[in-house]
């Protein structure tokens, strides 16, 4: 509400009137300012608890994150410390830190070394399979050989049948078991283990399942496509056996 002045009671109307006209249009323009000016500050406050507000909820998805990140690895480690309980021989758990940028799908880091009791040659495993072995160790840290890698060989088994084949890594993403008899039993949807042969590899090690098989030029043997137990993009945590 404006306030407006007392007039002397001899003013006459109308100009009581005119003055007070004549007022009216200031204090109005007054009282407009000091609404601008609480609205302005009211504004600004809201404004600080709505910044407050923001980081507040930032803060709290990033721990809900943190949290479900937290639980999904615990419950990897599980299953993880779960299979080694069952498995039969001496295994350290390890952590994928690293990986190659030239061969991404062939080598990774892990978080063991020497201390550890890791060697050259240890074969590395996953309750879903075989991963590789070990192909370069430090104090702390070792480098894995993937099962991928044309380099990595494995003596492998046909669960089934019981034919027995080389498997090596191939460019495509698959392996190949090869030296199969030529007119092998085997087919699509057989498992391929590992043969327990040449020291390095456990018997009975998940490796994957046959794809297709076709008979080579040379009339003697069969090759098969064999696609990985193990999908190494997603490989987080790994055993590596001992003895």
């Not at 709290?60 to 419950?75: P, T, Y």
């Not at 690293?98 to 080598?107: A, L, N």
């Not at 590395?124 to 991963?131: C, D, H, M, N, S």
């Not at 699509?188 to 008979?215: C, F, H």
Request: glycine share 12%; charged share 25%.
């Amino acid at each position: 509400m404006l306030l407006l002045p007392i007039l002397p009671v001899r003013v006459t109307g109308p100009v009581r009137a005119g003055i007070v006209n004549g007022l009216r249009a200031p204090l109005g323009w007054l009282n407009a300012i000091g609404e601008e000016m609480w609205a302005f500050t009211h504004w600004r406050q809201l404004a600080r608890e709505v910044e407050a507000l923001r980081r507040e909820r930032d803060r709290l998805i990033g721990d809900v994150v943190r949290l479900q990140e937290a639980s999904q690895e615990n419950e990897r480690l599980r299953g993880l410390l779960s299979f080694r309980e069952t498995f039969d021989g001496k295994a350290v758990p390890a952590r994928v830190i690293g990986r190659d940028p030239v061969r991404w799908s062939r080598s990774v880091l892990l978080d063991r070394g020497k201390r550890s009791g890791i060697r050259p040659g240890a074969a590395v495993i996953t309750p879903a399979g075989l991963v590789g072995h070990i192909s370069e160790v430090g104090t702390s840290s070792c480098k894995v050989l993937l099962l991928l890698d044309p380099d990595c060989r494995v003596a492998g088994l046909v669960q089934r049948t019981r034919e027995s084949g080389l498997v090596i890594g191939g460019a495509d993403g698959r392996l190949r078991m090869l030296y199969l008899p030529e007119m092998a039993g085997s087919q699509a949807g057989d498992l391929v283990v590992t043969a327990g042969l040449g020291g390095g590899y456990p018997k009975g090690l998940l490796i994957g399942t046959i794809r297709d098989l076709r008979r080579e030029v040379d009339g003697l043997s069969a090759t098969a496509r064999v696609e990985p137990a193990i999908n190494v993009d997603r490989l987080e945590e790994v055993l590596v056996v001992l003895e």
